[in-house]
């Protein structure tokens, strides 16, 4: 008597589908981090414009994640990419299981 399509396999195959945003991700340093927090904050909370948060981050002696000097452009590169890598991160994934085989 056979009990399950499972007795007398000897291979099962699953196939599973993932899709998410997220899977792929680079690594933000501590200094990007707290950069794209601090720009955050400065347009956020402070409401200042890029031109005063650029202002602002080089009065405190602060440069650009590459070491150049922080100009308006980019506190804007900063606030607008780091809001799309939040945004991806935090994005919902979905899975499935797309196909069972049984040998």
């Not at 031109?51 to 981050?57: F, H, Y």
């Not at 452009?73 to 049984?102: C, D, H, M, P």
Request: proline share 0%; glycine share 2%.
């Amino acid at each position: 008597m056979q009990v399950s399509n499972f007795d007398e396999a000897t291979e099962v195959k699953i196939t599973v589908k993932i899709t998410s945003k997220a899977l792929f991700f680079m690594a933000y340093s501590t200094y990007q981090e707290w950069l794209f927090e601090k720009v955050c904050h400065l347009r956020d909370v402070e409401k200042l414009t890029f031109d005063a948060i650029a202002k602002r981050i080089t009065s405190e002696g602060f440069k650009s994640a590459r070491g150049f000097q922080y100009i308006a452009e980019s506190a804007f590169s900063t606030y607008k990419k780091g809001n799309i890598r939040k945004q991806r991160l935090a994005s919902k994934q979905s899975y499935f299981v797309e196909a069972v085989e049984v040998r």
